[in-house]
């Protein structure tokens, strides 16, 4: 599958022919080719791609939308789950086999004090006995030929592995990598417990293609069909050290203990892509950030009726900062969108919210608007100390100030600040 996405986008697609290493290396030429899709030929053998997600463009022309059309999209797809269809045949099962090393693998250390190799676009699958099947991203650091420790924050797959240990047993999961984006968008959604990323990815699909997404059995586990690797894998009651490692804002995460994982069998299609996700890159903040962005715009959408965009930026890591567009139809309308964006999304450090003139996909834009329609004494917000984002490195114990800036025209001075038009 990811072979005929990299054709879709042949002309933007950088080809690096010569072997490169997965020490670093690769690293070089991620960071070098921030915005354009790149596919490694020779990573110890295996190709390997990697910020094929990396805009908002290649995204939405995919999905063959509007970029500004993605919020939207998404939130559709989200209150609007849909079934998945059960097929029996998949590319991966041309290939399995459980003699393999994950050391042989293409797995990345993409910086020097990273604890080991990550499995970063690493996607879990696991179902409970009520057949509720869950999917969601997961870090993995490689230990050795056959386990890992992947990072589990207190979520979902979480409490699922929580259960199991407390009956002294091990999670079953399906791990898989190399997948199309509407299945990477819906495993970073946050729905209720009960409602399955696979029937939101199957709700984009429809949408965007006009079929439903196709899962395969694999014992006992769905799997969509389009993944490039799986693996079958069990979650122990076992720690060990996880970390350090690089999140979304650049800046290392702590060494924590986290539960072991052992991979006992792989499978993939024929001349697969292993899909390397660069921590910090502009994919990472694409397949992160986006899901947020139909959760805020509900919750501005409740205190004022007329929300034309949210967008995430990637200054703020698609994570801390936010632009919003709105209507004003009262004073004061700019400072509930504010809070309520903070109610949307909670990590949220810093937003600014503008008028519907302003294109705030562009930066230029946004800072114009700031610096005609804002004044501090009088359009700006802080909230100190509230609880904000772990991955904020200059919080305190999980504590931020927020701040928000209502850069919104007044509504019986409007004239006052339009811009000059020919």
Known sequence: MLREILTQFQDEV????????????????????????????????????????????????????????????????????????????????????????????????????????????????????NDFVNLSYHRTMVRDEKSA??????????????????????????????????ILLAAATSPPYGVSELNIASSM??????????????????????????????????????GPFVDITGTYDIVREQPVVVFEKMYHVDKPIFHALFSSGYEHYMLMGLPKEPQIYKSVKQV??????????????????????????????GKNAILAAFTGHPSLKHVAVVDEDINIYDDREVEWAIATRFQADKDLIVIPKTRGSSLDSSGEKGFTTKWGIDATKPLNRKEEFERAKI
């Open 205 to 242: 699909s429809e949408m965007a293609f006009g079929k439903a997404l196709e899962v395969v059995n694999v014992n006992g586990i769905p799997v969509p069909a389009e993944s490039e690797f799986v693996f079958e894998a069990k979650i122990l009651p076992e720690l060990d050290k996880e």
């Open 304 to 333: 004022v009726p007329k929300v034309h965009g949210v967008r995430l930026t990637e200054g703020g890591c698609m994570w801390l900062h936010a632009v919003i567009s709105i209507t004003k139809q009262h004073e004061g309308d």
């Open 14 to 129: 950088i080809l690096i022919e010569e072997p490169v290493s997965k020490k670093f290396e690769i690293s070089h030429y991620i960071l070098q080719y921030k915005d354009r899709p790149i596919l490694f030929k020779d990573v110890d053998g295996w190709e390997v791609t990697s910020n094929v997600w990396s805009t908002r463009d290649r995204i939405a022309k995919y999905l063959g939308i509007k970029k500004e059309e993605i919020t939207h999209f998404m939130m559709n797809a989200m209150d609007n789950p849909k079934p998945y269809i059960s097929v029996e045949k998949a590319g991966f099962f041309e290939n399995s086999t459980r003699d393999f090393s994950l050391k042989e693998l293409p797995i990345p250390q993409y910086f020097p004090k990273d604890g080991g190799p990550y499995f970063t676009s690493a996607i879990y699958i696991a179902k409970d006995d």
């Open 149 to 182: 420790t992947v990072r589990l924050v207190p979520r979902h797959l979480y409490a699922m592995w929580k259960e199991k240990v407390e009956h002294g047993e091990e999670l079953d999961v399906r791990i898989i990598v190399g997948n199309p984006i509407h």
